[in-house]
């Protein structure tokens, strides 16, 4: 429940980075959360798919699932903008969307 | 400054002329004198003296001309004030014992309280919203240009949310928080209550026949609807005998306090406080690095735009499916409205903040509500 205005640049940088995000390729093409055109469901069908080549050539499938607490909100600045760095984005852009972390920015940014 | 000028008598009026009132100050009173600045028509009480005065001193009218302040069709009961943004509003429906109607002022507190506890407002009729965009389109000029630091964004950020809070508190309603409607009010209560107040509008002096007959008709049904909640209620009561069931008064769920590590928080703040602590600060400064400008030598530069256009900024601003008003009680609806007049500077100062990589203070505040899911025992468990 931010100032709207707030909220407004929030969603401008979102917008921005999720389509660079995709466009330039910097997460793993199975990274789906908040990204635009990508959805969970996409991951389902990969799984099934591999679960079914698995079966067809009678092997076992295990599956380990894990759920991080509260990732978003404990993610730490200075890692953050350097974790950014690394990946490309402009000084600029890593400074403010580290700010960002903990709202609509963060699944990306994760 | 509160001012009663006897009609011919001027003593306390040329006490009040030889005055110059300073700048943050509201004059306010029965004048008993006429212009035609705030009523059409002859000049009557030395009007011509006090609206020169005023224009003097530089205090505006807050007055809307023409529009009386007894039922005698005159405008007298004045207030000026060179406060920006102060605003006066006859309240007629708001009968005191006086033979003058009630004359409600509002002044913003812009430099006193800059973002401190925001009242809550709406602002949703036709007129609220037009008022509400004149006042924004009065107070825009006074935007800082300058958008290139970090401490010119956040003066710009802090100028116009309070900008448009100041604006929505002086055109808008403030909203009763904690109170509910009687049990006993029904749809019917409130269509008899609109059509009552539509029929004062047409007679605005009003104490004729039909006023009255409106007034009547209104009343009438509250007593009946009055009644009949009572009575159900009495007959509902004796029917269950065997013990009374609270049920039908519904209890607004209340926050318990908080409790982490068998420490108990009560007020809002050590609770948001706490909060943060708990779930948050997990881990601390010392797991950080200490540079994160050490230099890198990524794959690829991404290429990342540095302007904005006005439609990138009114898309992420006025168009999105969640409607809920911010902490400053701004909706998507009341910002369209205004989007004309604010939406370069928003863009502006969208695009220093992007440039310059930094987040303005004013945008920093937020507020917790508790939401209740099902299947969580105690709440005061911070994780609930």
Request: hydrophobic share 40%.
């Amino acid at each position: 429940m931010l100032s709207r205005l707030g909220k407004g640049l929030e969603r401008l940088l979102a917008r921005r980075l999720a389509w660079a995000t995709v466009h330039y390729e910097v997460l793993h093409p199975q990274q789906a959360g908040a990204l635009p055109k990508r959805w969970a469901v996409d991951l389902v069908a990969a799984l099934v798919h591999d679960i079914e080549e698995a079966f067809a050539h009678k092997q076992v499938v295990t599956l380990v699932t894990a759920d991080i607490q509260g990732a978003f909100d404990s993610a730490l600045y200075n890692r953050l903008v350097l974790r950014l760095r690394e990946q490309g984005w402009p000084d600029n852009v890593a400074r403010s969307a580290a700010f960002h972390r903990g709202s609509t920015v963060s699944p990306i940014l994760f | 400054m509160n001012v009663y000028r006897r009609p011919s008598y001027d003593a306390a009026l040329d006490i009040l002329l030889r005055w110059s009132p300073p700048e943050r100050c509201l004059v306010a009173g029965d004048f008993n004198a006429k212009h035609y600045s705030w009523q059409t028509g002859r000049l009557a009480g030395r009007g011509d003296d006090i609206a020169a005065w005023a224009a003097e001193s530089g205090l505006g009218l807050l007055n809307t001309a023409d529009v009386p302040t007894n039922p005698h069709g005159n405008t007298i009961d004045l207030a000026f004030s060179k406060i920006d943004l102060a605003s006066a509003v006859v309240e007629d429906h708001l009968a005191t014992s006086s033979d003058h109607f009630t004359l409600s002022l509002t002044i913003p507190n812009v430099t006193l309280a800059p973002t401190g506890t925001p009242g809550k407002v709406r602002v949703t009729s036709e007129e609220e919203l037009q008022r509400f965009k004149e006042l924004v389109e009065a107070g825009v000029c006074s935007l800082p240009a300058a958008a290139t630091t970090a401490s010119e964004l956040d003066a710009l950020a802090e100028s116009l949310v309070n900008l448009l809070h100041s604006a929505a508190k002086a055109a808008g309603r403030p909203v009763r928080k904690g109170t509910r409607s009687a049990p006993w009010w029904t749809d019917e209560c409130a269509e008899s209550a609109a059509e009552y107040r539509a029929v004062r509008r047409i007679f605005p002096m009003g104490f004729n026949e039909e006023v009255q007959a409106a007034r009547k008709a209104f009343q009438n049904v509250v007593r009946r609807t009055k009644r009949q909640y009572w009575r159900k209620l009495d007959r509902q009561l004796l029917g269950q005998c065997s013990g009374v069931q609270s049920s039908s008064l519904a209890q607004v769920t209340q926050p318990p306090p908080l409790q982490i590590d068998g420490v108990v928080y009560e007020t809002q703040m050590d609770k948001a406080n706490a909060l943060r602590r708990s779930t948050l600060e997990r881990r601390t400064a010392a797991d950080d690095i200490d540079d994160p400008w050490i230099p890198v030598c990524p794959p690829r530069q991404i290429p990342f735009a540095a302007g904005i256009t006005l439609a990138e900024a009114e898309d992420a601003t006025t168009k999105t499916g969640n409607t809920s008003p911010g902490a400053d009680n701004i909706t998507i609806k009341t910002l369209r409205t205004v989007w004309g007049i604010i939406g370069e500077h928003v863009c502006r100062l969208y695009e220093g903040c992007l440039v310059v990589g930094h987040h303005p203070q004013a945008f920093c505040e937020a507020e917790v509500v508790m939401i209740t899911k099902a299947g969580k025992g105690d709440l005061s468990t911070p994780r609930a």
